[in-house]
């Protein structure tokens, strides 16, 4: 990201675009944001960080960078008591196969044996022809190699009445990957069975 003052930001914009376009400099949009940043495992804000799930940065993955030794900043104590109670996390998932309708923010993420309902999915994009994606789930799901089972709802009918239907139906079959990915490597190829 680039912070300009925005009298500059068309004549750079323009001379970005002038000096890579012998190396195939091409603008994009979100989507690629999107798709890089899920691919990578990295959390947006809105999604895997706060939102309708009110996601805290150590569900996140991002504990790290809260420092508990600190003696003291707001919120401190709040934040170590969710912590301990604490139920579900962020993770990365990639299906087993290509193709089938597209999972989206809030569907379901079902427990395959049980086919219960253990968390929803907060994004997913296509890479090299897989879904892939993040989801916040139970505990226990969020191993990785673990599996679980991704549900695409229909996005003709409100969500709130299918629950119930999409257990019926068949999820998609998904491996949780490792949470972030690693160095020049894809991230996406689920661990040997």
Same mark, same amino acid.
Request: aromatic fraction near 8%; charged fraction near 25%.
């Given at each position: ?79 170590? &008591?969710? #912590? %301990?109670?604490?139920?579900?996390? !962020? *993770?990365?998932? $990639?299906?087993?196969?290509? /193709? +089938? ?64 239907? &999409?257990? #019926? %139906?068949?999820?998609?079959?998904? !491996? *949780?990957?490792? $949470?972030?990915?690693?160095? /020049? +490597? ?8």
């Amino acid at each position: 990201e680039l912070y300009v003052h925005p009298e500059q930001a068309t004549a750079l914009w323009r001379h970005l675009l002038a000096v890579g376009a012998e190396v195939g400099l091409k603008p994009t949009a979100l989507g690629a944001r999107d798709s890089t940043r899920t691919e990578a495992g990295f959390p947006l804000y809105g999604h895997e960080l706060a939102g309708e799930c009110d996601i805290s940065p150590l569900a996140a993955g991002y504990g790290a960078f809260v420092k508990f030794h600190k003696p003291f900043f707001i919120g401190r104590d709040a934040l170590l &008591a969710r #912590e %301990a109670q604490r139920q579900r996390k !962020v *993770v990365r998932f $990639r299906c087993r196969e290509k /193709g +089938g309708r597209m999972a989206a923010p809030g569907d379901p993420v079902v427990d395959m044996a049980e086919r219960r309902v253990v968390g929803s999915v907060t994004s997913c994009v296509v890479a090299d022809g897989y879904q892939v994606g993040m989801a916040y789930v139970e505990k226990p799901y969020g191993q990785s190699g673990a599996n679980i089972g991704i549900l695409p709802l229909s996005r003709q009918r409100a969500v709130a009445h299918q629950p119930r239907e &999409a257990l #019926e %139906a068949t999820p998609h079959e998904a !491996v *949780v990957l490792p $949470r972030f990915m690693a160095p /020049g +490597g894809t991230g996406i190829n689920p661990p040997e069975e």
